[in-house]
């Protein structure tokens, strides 16, 4: 294939895999309401139901492939490339996916304040009314009701944020994916957006002085509403003991400038209080830069990102690791390993994977197999665009 766009750091192989996959396989649009809860307003809401394929099934507990419920960030919707392209890593590694808009983006209903972004005010019940029309199947689309144990959540971007705080909220989720954790959106994003701007006019000093009054205006914008209702920081605790123990899995980038890397930092640190509640099995720190740095190691390091990803669900649901059959699947080559490993802890009594670079053999094990699988020179990528429009079987 012609390497037409993205050098040296995107694998245009990554974009003709996708579209050869969701070509043969099924979709359906989903149309379910947002969980109940006033005075929030309830909405209709939409989603793509992207199931993984049936010869998964004989391999999952049950007998039916587990699903993660994939959320989008703000200003976007279902057919993020974001969404898209890491749906299509779950779905190929057998876990279906079910990528619902929230209120206000996309084909779901708008709301009251359609034109406001709340945070913390009402999109998490988006979620939750996700989560529960899988576990459900409150459309009869979904094959079935699942058990609790077999659908877990995975946030992209700002859907971190909504899925940090459900993660919270709801302790009966198996599993959390965060790509780009989102904590505290006044420090972790407002603070880091403000401090960019006044950068750019000399007065990025000031922007820690100024953060309150300019988020009270924030708030005041988006009509009174309190947009930190219910966030991250003050829904994740465990003050008794839980029946299980959800597993989180912490993805940034090092290099990205529009969501600070602390934050994945101060997840880690919130939910290490609570070791018998919560245990970070995963904590990734990349180093990508690649036609800009939000959320660029999806794309620049997709081997890598498939395997840990792959591990990190098929311990979650409890199916062996083999059964994501890798050897079946296209390879996407990476660049060489930019980062040496780094020191982490855990929010239990073992430790965390050390963030080792991607592709690193360290990472993938000695085996002479895998380390082949991810060797060589990039020969091709694609740009940040490229994905944007994707739809499955479109």
Known sequence: ???????????????????????????????????????????????????????????????????????????????????????????????????PNLRDHGSSQKSYHMNRITWGYDYYLDLLGAWECVINDCQGVFGGPRRPSQVGIAGMSSGTFVAGTVLGMNTSIPGVWLETPIFAAKWGVFHHVLRSFLDGVWLGWIASAVIHPAWGMARLW??????????????????????????????????????DPREAKKYAERLGMYPKCYDVTEYWEASSECHGTHCSQLFQYPEAYRRKSCKFWSETFGREEKYCWMDNLPIFTEPPVMTGPGAATSSSSTSWRSSFGPGSSAWFGSSSADSARISGSMSSSFASSSADSVVPNR
């Open 1 to 99: 294939m012609t390497n037409l766009c993205g050098p040296p750091c995107y694998d245009s192989r990554l974009v003709a895999a996708m579209d050869n996959f969701n070509a043969k396989m099924p979709w359906s649009l989903v149309h379910f309401s947002s969980k109940s809860s006033a005075p929030q307003e309830q909405v209709r809401l939409s989603g793509y139901w992207m199931p993984a394929d049936p010869k998964f099934d004989n391999h999952s507990a049950h007998g039916k492939t587990p699903v993660v419920v994939l959320q989008h960030g703000l200003n976007a919707n279902f057919n993020s490339r974001l969404v898209q392209t890491y749906a299509y890593m779950l779905r190929s590694t057998g876990f279906s996916v079910f990528a």
């Open 222 to 259: 988006c009509s009174g509403l309190n947009i930190g209702l219910h966030t991250p920081d003050n829904s994740i605790y465990c003050p008794t003991p839980a029946l299980q123990t959800q597993r989180v899995a912490l993805v940034f980038n090092s290099k990205d400038r529009d969501v």
